[in-house]
């Protein structure tokens, strides 16, 4: 089983980013995904989560209207296009998948705002 995050880097305020996790090794069409961040010092929070079909999506109040998650399940691909960043959307992204107890975790991607 594998997640694999792509797509982070270091972006002025205001700018965009798209983070793309690919999955493999499990039937993603099957799992919940999701996109956390962890701060440095902060606890890791949801950012961001659909269900298998994408027809159910939800959104931290910080980020709605700013991201979207979206998912190929032809590519096994899970999106989080990130718009207008600010400085404390600063932090590593991970990608999830869960279906019932069975989940996991990518090893995460470094996602700076800075000027």
């Known amino acids: 089983v594998q997640l694999v995050e792509s797509g982070g880097g270091l972006v002025q305020p205001g700018g965009s980013l798209r983070l793309s996790c690919a999955a493999s090794g499990f039937t993603f069409s099957s799992y919940v995904m999701s996109w956390h961040r962890q701060a440095p010092g902060k606890e890791r929070e949801l950012v961001a989560v659909t269900t298998s079909a994408g027809g159910n999506i939800n959104y931290a109040d910080s980020v709605k209207g700013r991201f979207t998650i979206s998912r190929d399940n032809a590519k096994n691909t899970v999106y989080l296009q990130m718009n207008s960043l600010k400085p404390e959307d600063t932090a590593v992204y991970y990608c999830?998948?869960?279906?019932?107890?069975?989940?996991?975790w990518g090893q995460g991607t470094q996602v700076t705002v800075s000027s």
């Open positions: 999830s998948a869960l279906r019932g107890r069975t989940g996991y």
